[in-house]
């Protein structure tokens, strides 16, 4: 098992060119397997995870996530990137304790996004999400562990798909100590070009959880990072619930045909 140290600088090595996939797990075989794959980094999901605990994104416990990211970094020799939602709490004190927990479970990288949870303003207080940042950022100075800070701002995910609004964030999030820079459910090319150009030299994060560009494309226009989120375990979800469906509503078992075999791919 490679140390959490030669983990954390292979990481930051994959973000100085190029462009790399870093796909989800969201427990510990499929880590396995992703691994075997031959990516050279994996990221956590907080929607794959909270669905294994019969849980809807965004439930899952604070305690129940440290403890599952001590098992993926635990599972693999790759760096692991934590999506760790929004820290766990609002105030920028309570995210850095909660930081300094998570950089210390062996993971080489971690995200803090900006949504407030609530309807009515689905978006953090722009200078409350910045001060955010700029604790998580010292937060994991202090640990010394020099995990990769992703900062991350969800307007395209909770509502308000505003390019501008977003690029200003992802700027002052780079500002405040941001490594990497993240604004999941942007669709477009223009979009991915303006954040890109906009946080420049600083990498970016894309995720693809539809088929609107390959890996090529991506990297082509800038992106460095490219991960799925929750999108390859609802893959995993939407072949089982194939099969249950059908042996409930046919009583037939034809989708138990040419499955893989796990025992030797995990062995």
């Known amino acids: ?69 001590h098992d993926i970094a635990g599972a693999v020799d790759v760096p692991v990137n934590a999506d760790f ?28 996004e900006d949504s407030s949870r609530h309807p009515d303003e689905s978006l953090l207080d722009f200078e409350l999400a ?13 640990t010394g562990t020099g995990v990769v800070l992703t900062g991350r701002s969800e307007g395209f995910v909770v509502g308000r798909p505003d390019i501008a609004e977003t690029v200003r964030r992802l700027r002052a999030y780079a500002e405040a100590g941001a490594d990497c820079l993240y604004a999941p459910r942007i669709s477009t090319p223009e979009h991915l070009t303006a954040i890109v150009e906009a946080v420049a030299p600083k ?10 560009l390959t890996v090529h494309e991506a990297a082509r226009l800038g992106a460095r990072r ?30 138990f045909e040419d499955l893989p075999n796990a025992d030797g791919l995990l062995a």
């Open 1 to 69: 098992m490679h140390s959490p140290d030669g983990r954390v600088a292979a990481f930051h090595s994959l973000h100085s060119a190029g462009c790399f996939v870093m796909p989800n797990p969201w427990d510990v075989g499929s880590a396995r397997a992703l691994e075997q794959m031959g990516f050279p980094a994996l990221a956590t999901t907080s929607s794959g995870f909270a669905w294994t605990l019969g849980r809807a994104d965004g439930e899952a416990e604070l305690e129940e996530v440290l403890a599952h990211l």
């Open 85 to 112: 939602e929004d820290g766990y709490a609002v105030e920028p004190e309570q995210v850095a304790a909660n930081v300094s927990e998570a950089a210390r479970s062996g993971i080489a990288g971690l995200s803090i």
């Open 130 to 142: 910045v001060e955010r940042m700029r604790a998580a950022r010292q937060a994991i100075d202090d």
């Open 203 to 212: 990498p970016v994060n894309l995720l693809v959880n539809a088929p609107f």
């Open 226 to 255: 490219i991960s799925v989120g929750g999108t390859l375990a609802r893959t995993a979800w939407d072949g089982f619930l194939a099969a249950a469906k059908e042996i409930a509503e046919h009583g037939t078992f034809a989708r």
